[in-house]
């Protein structure tokens, strides 16, 4: 199944190009603090080189890290196979989780510096992406502080290629778009449609989304379907709006599982011979 997900979809107006599945790392660095059905202990510094190379093997181009995630970014930073300009590096800017508790820093010290420590991290003199990492008062922190004008004055600085949000309101994902943002990571899912406005614009705006909790955070019973990879997956690449699907996953086994089912929703979206 090498390279089955080898198509890429383009990042705003940025050059930036990913695979429409992506890799979320939250659990490269953090079992604490979560909200996954089961707890779990960090993997190993093998099986983390391995699920990276297996997902670049699949054609996934796209990581998605933060510091808020522990570990995760020196994890990547010191084990990630391949070339770097191989891949697509996505981290936050804003929490951080340290001793069990999230604090968040909006300002534009705050920001300058954890740029500058997630570039130390992930051993890399650029990051593709840097999204500010939603406290939920996504408004209050366009309107009242500095993280976002740093942010554009690091993309033309060249440290970052393209910026954005995960955000966790519609509206804040809508000003985003509006203040020049090139991509948001918004929640959506067949139990969670709240977000859908956001993908919506997302195709009208041509800015990029990056889709997290596909698998309401692993709650897949939650998903009411027999077959809820199938059925989420279908249900969220049926948007053209939704760039990339970030898939939180350590296990190899259900990250073959998940491209497969990928594959083969893109394989039925491709027009049949007589079609072309
Ligand atoms: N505020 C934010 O920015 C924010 C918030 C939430 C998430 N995220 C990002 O988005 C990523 C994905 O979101 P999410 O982690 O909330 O969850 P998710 O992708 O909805 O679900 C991940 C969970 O599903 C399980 N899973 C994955 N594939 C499976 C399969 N085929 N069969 C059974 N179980 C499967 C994983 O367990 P295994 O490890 O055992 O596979 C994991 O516990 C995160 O990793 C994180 O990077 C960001």
């Known amino acids: 199944m090498e390279h089955v997900l080898s198509q890429r979809r383009p990042v705003a107006k940025t050059g930036i190009e990913i695979s429409p599945l992506g890799l979320g790392t939250v659990k490269f660095g953090r079992n604490q603090g ?20 297996l997902a670049f093997d699949f054609g996934i181009n796209l990581l998605d890290t933060a510091p808020a995630y522990g570990l995760s970014e020196e994890r990547i930073g010191k084990l990630l196979p391949n070339s770097r300009h191989d891949w697509v590096i996505e981290t936050k800017v804003g929490e951080s989780f340290i001793d069990g508790e999230s604090s968040f820093d909006f300002s534009a010290a705050g920001t300058r510096k954890s740029v500058e420590n997630s570039l130390r991290l992930l051993k890399t003199d650029y990051l593709d992406m840097v999204l500010i990492h939603s406290d939920g008062d996504d408004e209050r922190i ?33 000003l985003a778009y509006k203040l020049d943002c090139d991509v948001v990571m918004a929640a959506y899912n067949p139990v969670y449609i709240e977000e859908l406005p956001v993908l919506e614009a997302a195709v009208a705006q041509q800015r990029a989304v990056l889709v997290k909790k596909a698998f309401a955070s692993g709650h897949l019973d939650k998903l009411g379907s027999a077959n809820p990879v199938e059925h989420a997956l279908a249900f969220i690449f049926a948007q053209a709006g939704a760039t990339s699907v970030v898939l939180g996953t350590v296990n190899p086994k259900h990250l073959r599982e998940n491209v497969a089912v990928a594959h083969d929703i893109f394989a039925d979206m491709l027009p049949t011979p007589r079609q072309r």
């Open 34 to 53: 979560v909200k996954y059905p089961q707890g779990f202990e960090l993997p190993s510094d093998k099986e983390v080189r391995d699920l990276l190379a």
């Open 142 to 174: 366009f309107r009242d502080e500095a993280v976002l004008d740093t942010l554009l004055e690091m993309k033309r600085a060249g440290w970052v290629r393209a910026v954005g949000i995960s955000s966790k309101t519609v509206e804040g994902a809508l």
